[in-house]
């Protein structure tokens, strides 16, 4: 398995992960507040802002990469 930026790639590529909901985060204008969904993404995965050091370090390399992007939601 490969790493990027000190994380395996099946770590970023996780629907409802800590990297996943970072970059969403940012693309829908929301604040930066650590949070993923374990066991999946909404209604499959439970919320929770309970992370440990890792996951924030995953949710916040999502935000930056996605803040590096420039891409957000376009609300007009």
Sequence with gaps: ?????????EMRERVGGPFDCGVRTYYYGR?????????GCN???QYTESLTQQEIKEFHAGWDDAQESGFRKDYD
């Excluded at 398995?1 to 994380?7: C, L």
């Excluded at 604040?31 to 066991?39: I, L, Q």
């Design 1 to 9: 398995m490969g790493k990027v930026n000190d994380m395996t790639i």
């Design 31 to 39: 604040n930066s507040d650590p949070h993923c969904y374990r066991g």
């Design 43 to 45: 209604l499959k995965g």
